[in-house]
């Protein structure tokens, strides 16, 4: 549990200090900042993952660098991970029903959390809505 704690600490920092890097250098109204932190957790995951299956790694540093730093730094990258491995195992019809419902149903439960915030403001504190 320790090991896990500290990745993650070192991962959330991490997320913080390069989307933040990366999107004042880009000056853009889209988020390069958030897809440069998930894009390199999933690079990250895939390198550490197949590494991991061809060498003796400690369990300990394990936790700390998949459970913990790329868990803080990224879910994206277990997703991206997810995905892959059900291609690996050959289940197209599953990669597609991941991706799809992940990617789809991601932006409908922001929307819906959106419009759930709303209604509870409403409820709670009427003079702010």
Do not use: C, D, P, W
């Given at each position: 549990m320790l090991y896990i704690a500290l990745g993650g600490s070192a991962g959330a920092v991490s997320r913080y200090l390069i989307s933040g890097a990366v999107s004042r250098t880009s000056n853009e109204v889209f988020p390069w900042g958030t897809m440069a932190v998930n894009?390199?957790?999933?690079?990250?995951?895939?390198?550490?993952?197949?590494?991991?299956?061809?060498?003796?790694i400690p369990e300990n540093l394990r936790s700390f660098l998949i459970i913990g730093f790329l868990g803080?730094?990224?879910?994206?990258?277990?997703?991206?991970?997810?995905?892959?491995?059900?291609?690996?195992?050959?289940?197209?019809?599953?990669?597609?029903?991941?991706?799809?419902?992940?990617n789809m149903m991601g932006l409908v439960f922001v929307v819906f959390g959106i419009y759930l915030s709303r209604i509870v403001i409403k409820l709670i504190a009427p003079s702010i809505a």
């Open positions: 894009l390199f957790g999933s690079l990250l995951i895939g390198f550490f993952i197949e590494l991991f299956s061809r060498s003796l803080a730094f990224t879910t994206f990258s277990a997703y991206a991970m997810e995905s892959i491995n059900l291609l690996r195992g050959n289940e197209i019809k599953f990669f597609f029903q991941n991706v799809l419902i992940h």
